[in-house]
């Protein structure tokens, strides 16, 4: 009988059993998922003040800077009330000026009021002009001139701006994946639109809360991406693989020779004469396609696969 040490199926010529050897390599265990690439930084600009939109001065697609006009709303009354609040802070000065004795407290406790009055008229003004919370690209642009806007919290949000020179993926992993997901994990982005398209990144959070679609648990693990390969873009469909264990120089033999009952793990050794011994195995680092073993085999054993038992 041959057996390969890289854990090639053999056949045992006496009993026909497939075999593998008991060998040593790297062993390594991923987990994967369906994701999208999403900017690492984005924000929503609103009005601050609501009212009928007089300008707007970008459109999708445009970089714009931090601080730079995006759009205006009709300011007229606003600064109607800016105006009467600056007023009534003038008269209410004016007493304070006039009052005397117990008058006096009275005079600047109005004239305190006033001024709140004033800051909150100005807010309003300012409110009127929507500037870039941000550096970046404008990607979505909810208004246009002559439509009304609102500052409630339903509110979508006038323009949205995000960096689209920094992507990261978001993906969701199955419930049972994800409890083996951590940060600091390296994972491998392949992507479905570019063909051949892939790179390198590292996990950098897991969500502590689950998301539940269609009885389906899932949790979302975010991922860096290490250099983006070119036509790579926001919104594009990934493949996201992760690696949650390796080693290094192990004792290992094939996963399908390896029976699982609960926690316990055994596997058939072939014996001499074509005699299979089953024995009680430690696993270390259960890999895609070979098991690390810590205990119970030596190296160069010969271990049968049971029928069914999977691809060698």
Not at 141 to 150: K, P, R
Not at 254 to 277: D, F, I, P
């Amino acid at each position: 009988m041959q057996v390969r040490a890289d854990g090639a199926v053999t056949s045992a010529a006496a009993s026909g059993a497939r075999t593998v050897t008991v060998g040593r390599g790297i062993v390594t265990a991923t987990v994967s998922a369906d994701g999208s690439l999403e900017p690492v930084t984005s924000a929503i600009a609103n009005f601050g003040t609501g009212g009928t939109v007089t300008a707007v001065s970008v459109k999708v697609g445009d970089k714009v800077t931090k601080g730079q006009l995006l759009a205006q709303v009709d300011a007229a009354a606003a600064q109607r009330a800016l105006d009467l609040a600056k007023a009534n802070r003038t008269a209410a000065q004016d007493a304070v000026n006039r009052a005397t004795g117990a008058g006096t407290d009275a005079a600047r406790n109005e004239l305190a009021t006033a001024q709140i009055a004033v800051d909150a008229a100005q807010a309003g003004v300012d409110g009127t002009t929507l500037t870039a919370p941000m550096t970046g690209t404008v990607t979505s642009l909810n208004g246009t001139v002559g439509s009304s806007v609102n500052t409630n919290a339903a509110s979508p949000g006038f323009v949205e701006i995000a960096d689209l020179t920094r992507l990261q993926v978001v993906a969701a992993f199955a419930e049972a994946d994800a409890t083996r997901v951590k940060a600091g994990q390296t994972a491998a982005i392949t992507w479905s639109a570019l063909h051949g398209a892939t790179a390198n990144g590292e996990v950098l959070a897991v969500d502590p809360s689950a998301t539940t679609s269609n009885s389906v648990v899932s949790y979302g693990v975010t991922t860096s991406i290490g250099s983006l390969p070119p036509g790579a873009r926001a919104g594009q469909s990934v493949t996201v693989s992760v690696t949650t264990g390796t080693a290094r120089n192990a004792l290992m033999v094939n996963a399908a020779a390896v029976a699982v009952s609960g926690s316990r793990y055994t596997v058939g050794v072939l014996g001499a004469g074509g005699t299979t011994e089953t024995r009680a195995v430690r696993v270390g680092v259960k890999g895609d396609s070979a098991y690390e073993i810590t205990s119970g085999l030596a190296e160069g054993e010969q271990v049968v696969v049971p029928q069914g038992g999977g691809p060698p």
